[in-house]
């Protein structure tokens, strides 16, 4: 068939591979611009390849400590708004109540709201409250903006779950907390899972919420922006590379085993 | 039938008991904790800062809730090439990210077969990249002498451009074009995401029925496919051009202050400025903007399909 | 096994309301232990409802539920001595077959349960696929499963929410006759939710016949076939011919009755229908009970058998029989199912032919009720 042809057929192929490229592009080269070896303090031209940063990663004065910090709130901020989150999943999709349509509202709202609006009015609370800015505030508010994201997942998760299960389990005489703990948790815990790995993406790589109630507290994406006028060291590509591997090592390995897992009792 | 273990007796039924709604009151422990944090961190500080905009002071003085409104007006009135600008910005941005987005949605829900998974991790993993080491990563790829630009200058491209106003001398960055290039980069997945999810429900067998009553496939894609995926659609533009007309990320790291947005304004007076007021008046103006669209939408689609 | 014998189903008054839609009006009913009793009705007439308020997952809104001696309405299912297979099999997807068929025994804090669970798959056949999980066995397997998962917890009751809608015919055969045998074995009481009549006539010993959330009809199969006491389980349980009819006088046992120009006879123990006379009855009888002769021979009909004349409207040779469609001035559309001994080539569409059954085959039924209750619609809603 002519090329036309062919371009025509598989036009929506293309340009979802084009879109693709255009989402992984900069990903690609922060990866290439990792192995630089810069003249400068900004690293965004090439100048001759360099394993300097891999060898050394931690070379850069406070960026480790950044790094840490970030990881320590992501977890504990995973671990809340996982909780909080999976909850009312569960009260949206099973039980009927009334407000139904306020709470929808309050859960999107976060999502949908511009970072700089939240950040300003939280810090708008913290200033009035006299809180002391730092890690607690920063927590709080990404348990805050992550709550939501949660919801979402495990809501997916649990709508596409037949009710009748949790009955049979009730007919089978699983009380509640059994049921619960036997069957709902468990056919529930991928959509659970997904939330919390979006949960720690979230407050993991969150910038602007966080910049505002920092305080003096430096996070790894602040460490970063403060990069950007001092100067960009390559150690920051280093860090970008491997959080990209290690994110879908972890996704191929849920998928990975997910399937072995069905495969293994046949 | 082999008589094995006996069923244990069971609890002998109460007396009379009238019959009790199991468990009412249930979802609404479930519910408490996580919205009680929304109220108190989310809506709580939109009140204070509603009050903080018709606030006079200063820092040596301390601030009182003067209902100063005129602070309202004295901000639209300087800062309205701003709002302006960022609603042209996010509403570009919008519509890039849906017209990119969507055949990669489509290619991931109907196209894909098994290579479906893979192109999903490829799609949400630079999520997992700090986004910041990402946007910078625009600065090599938009540099002044670098392949990119120095093509779209062979190209003539950039004399097309130049003349839309939204590049100037021969630069990509710090131009309005390498803003929202960033923007759409920033905010495809979000777009992405929920444009696949409302594909992904769409039974195959749909596209199948159309061909059979003789639709081309453009025309299967306009009648059956395209109405079929518009709370994705909507969904998508929400999620998309809302956070975006607030971003100040890309316009600081790309832009020049010819490409201040009003959350750059907003950043400024709130972190460095320290003009309260003016910031909150800022933050609130954009804030009950977006509400009422967000109203608009509940309206005609209803909440159920928001989360 | 205990040897209850006080294990009667008593449902005294249940009723089931959502807000202003009443699923199940007030009804009684009683099952006796260990009889495979039998809800039939069309979609939506309230026979799943009423399982499910034995079961404990739907809360009634007036009456009791007792399971012999003990009442159970306010009990919550998993403390009932009640097991349900559901319609779409319910199998845990996250557990292989052991682990769903042990279940119920472990949420009871049995510990041992290896013998018990293989020899329950074993009297289900599927010994084999312990191990797998439900997604990897077919349907019909996936049913026995869920048959297995409850009766090893050894119900009082056990309860089926149309189990076999999803298989197909041949399959569907087959496990009926085997959940019979199993109940045969096992003794236990088995109330089963079908809409397909036929099921419930093959396997049941009792059926109850509901429409509307309310119970039409309550007998064996055979009393509910041969003698319907209103025109939904006459056009729901097979087909019937219902002619309207007026009393004219009553004869012994008999009522005499005037229709389109002739005279019926209803034997007066077979009508369920008020008989003062000038009274309206309608008359019915199944298509198989009548005999077809052409006018020409309609002096060879035997005396005492009901007759109607008639033109054949419509004739279909199935194999097993001749289905027939008369066009008759006591009734517009007549069927007659006539079994393939002699075909007599005169009985074409357009003949001339008379009608005659033994008056004892037909029943008798209240006019003032809608003649077309219960007969099948070509807008069903899906099950």
């Given amino acids: 068939m002519s090329v036309l042809n062919w371009l025509k057929r598989h036009l929506v192929v293309i340009a979802g591979l084009l879109t693709l490229g255009y989402l992984l592009l900069p990903n690609i080269v922060v990866t290439v611009f990792s192995f630089n070896k810069p003249k400068g303090r900004f690293n965004y031209q090439w100048q001759q390849f360099s394993m300097d940063a891999w060898k050394d990663p931690c070379g850069v004065a406070d960026m480790c400590g950044s790094l840490s910090i970030s990881l320590q709130i992501a977890f504990w901020a995973t671990i809340g708004a996982t909780v909080l989150g999976t909850m009312i999943a569960f009260a949206l999709v099973r039980y009927r109540f009334r407000a139904r349509s306020t709470v929808n509202s309050l859960i999107f709202l976060p999502m949908a709201m511009p970072e700089v609006v939240m950040a300003a009015s939280l810090l708008t609370l913290f200033l009035n409250l006299g809180a002391q800015l730092g890690f607690w505030t920063i927590l709080i508010a990404h348990i805050m903006f992550c709550l939501s994201f949660v919801v979402v997942a495990v809501k997916a998760r649990v709508m596409s779950m037949d009710p009748r299960l949790e009955q049979a389990a009730q007919d089978l005489y699983a009380g509640p907390a059994q049921t619960f703990l036997r069957v709902t948790l468990p056919i529930a815990a991928p959509g659970i899972a997904a939330g919390a790995l979006l949960s720690f993406a979230l407050s993991f790589d969150d910038f602007i919420i966080t910049n505002f109630n920092a305080g003096s507290t430096v996070t790894f994406p602040m460490f970063v922006w403060g990069s950007a006028q001092r100067g960009t060291p390559v150690q920051i590509n280093v860090i970008g590379t491997t959080m990209f591997l290690v994110a879908v090592l972890l996704v191929l390995s849920s998928m990975l085993i997910g399937n072995r897992r069905n495969k293994q009792k046949a | 039938m082999a008589a094995v273990t006996e069923a244990p007796p069971l609890a002998p039924a109460p007396e009379t008991k009238p019959p009790r709604k199991r468990g009412r009151l249930v979802p609404y422990w479930l519910l408490l904790p996580g919205i009680l944090w929304l109220i108190v961190f989310f809506a709580l500080p939109m009140i204070y800062q509603a009050s903080t905009s018709v606030q006079t002071g200063s820092l040596e003085e301390g601030y009182k809730v003067t209902w100063h409104f005129a602070t309202y007006w004295d901000a639209l009135s300087e800062y309205w090439p701003q709002f302006l600008r960022s609603v042209a910005y996010a509403a570009a941005a919008t519509v890039l990210c849906l017209v990119l987005g969507y055949p990669l949605a489509y290619l991931i829900a109907f196209r894909a077969g098994r290579w479906r998974n893979l192109i999903m991790i490829l799609v949400i993993a630079p999520f997992f990249t700090s986004f910041l080491i990402r946007t910078l990563a625009w600065k090599t790829i938009l540099a002044d002498s670098g392949p990119v630009v120095s093509t779209l200058h062979t190209l003539h491209v950039l004399d097309l451009t130049n003349w839309l106003g939204w590049t100037s001398g021969d630069r990509v960055l710090a131009t309005p074009l390498a803003v929202v290039c960033g923007l759409t980069y920033n905010f495809l997945p979000f777009m992405i995401l929920p444009l696949y999810t409302s594909l992904e429900r769409i039974d195959g067998r749909l596209h199948e029925a159309a061909g059979d009553l003789y639709a081309k496939p453009w025309t299967t894609f306009r009648k059956v496919t395209f109405p079929l995926s518009m709370p994705g659609v909507v969904s998508g533009t929400l999620l998309t051009f809302i956070p975006a007309a607030g971003d100040y990320v890309n316009a600081e790291l790309l832009g020049s202050t010819d490409t201040r947005m009003i959350g750059n304004v907003i950043q400024t007076q709130f972190l460095r400025i320290l003009d309260y007021p003016t910031a909150a008046a800022l933050s609130f103006i954009l804030m009950a903007a977006i509400l009422l669209m967000v109203t608009i939408y509940i309206r005609k689609s209803g909440t159920e399909d928001l989360v | ?337 006539a079994q393939n001994i002699d075909r007599d080539a005169r009985l074409v569409p357009g003949a001339e032919v008379v009608l005659h059954w033994n008056p004892a085959h037909t029943f008798g039924l209240d006019a003032a009720q809608d003649i077309d209750a219960g007969v099948a619609e070509v807008e069903e809603d899906a099950a």
């Fill in chain 3, 1 to 337: 096994m205990t040897t209850d014998n006080s294990g009667d189903v008593r449902l005294s008054g249940i009723s089931k309301t959502y807000g202003s839609f009443t699923a199940v009006h007030p009804l009684d009913l009683t099952v006796p232990q260990g009889s495979f009793f039998a809800l039939l009705g069309a979609s939506g007439c309230g026979k799943t409802t009423t399982l499910r308020m034995i079961a404990g997952l739907e809360e009634p809104t007036s009456g009791t539920v007792h399971l012999g001696e003990q009442e159970v309405s306010n009990l919550p299912p998993y403390k009932r001595p009640v097991n349900t297979v559901f319609q779409s099999y319910a199998l845990f997807p996250h557990l292989d077959i052991f682990e769903n068929v042990a279940f119920g025994l472990r949420r009871r804090g049995i510990k041992s349960v290896k013998k018990q669970v293989e020899d329950m798959l074993e009297l289900v056949q599927l010994g084999e696929q312990a191990r797998k999980k439900p997604h990897q066995l077919s349907g019909g397997q996936q049913q026995r499963v869920a048959v297995a998962r409850a009766l090893i917890n050894h119900p009082k009751v056990l309860l089926l929410d149309e189990p076999l809608g999803a298989l197909d015919l041949k399959l569907r055969r087959q496990m009926q006759l085997e959940l019979k045998r199993i109940q045969t074995e096992v003794g236990i009481t088995f109330i089963h939710v079908t809409h397909d009549q036929e099921e419930a006539m093959t396997m049941a010993d009792t059926v109850a016949v509901m429409n509307a959330g309310r119970v039409e009809q309550l007998g064996s199969p055979t009393d509910l076939y041969e003698n319907p006491n209103t025109t939904f389980v006459a056009n729901f349980l097979g087909t019937s011919n219902l002619i309207e009819a007026e009393v004219d006088t009553k004869n012994g046992g008999d009522i005499v009755l005037k229709a389109g120009g002739g005279k019926l006879v209803l034997p007066e123990a077979r009508c369920s229908a008020p008989t003062t006379t000038g009274g309206k009855v309608l008359v019915g009888v199944r298509p198989e009970k009548i005999s077809l002769t052409h006018a020409d021979d309609a002096g060879e009909i035997a005396e005492g058998r009901n007759r109607i004349t008639g033109r054949i409207a419509d004739s279909s040779f199935i194999g097993v029989s001749t289905q027939y469609v008369i066009d008759s001035p006591v009734c517009p559309e007549f069927e007659v199912y």
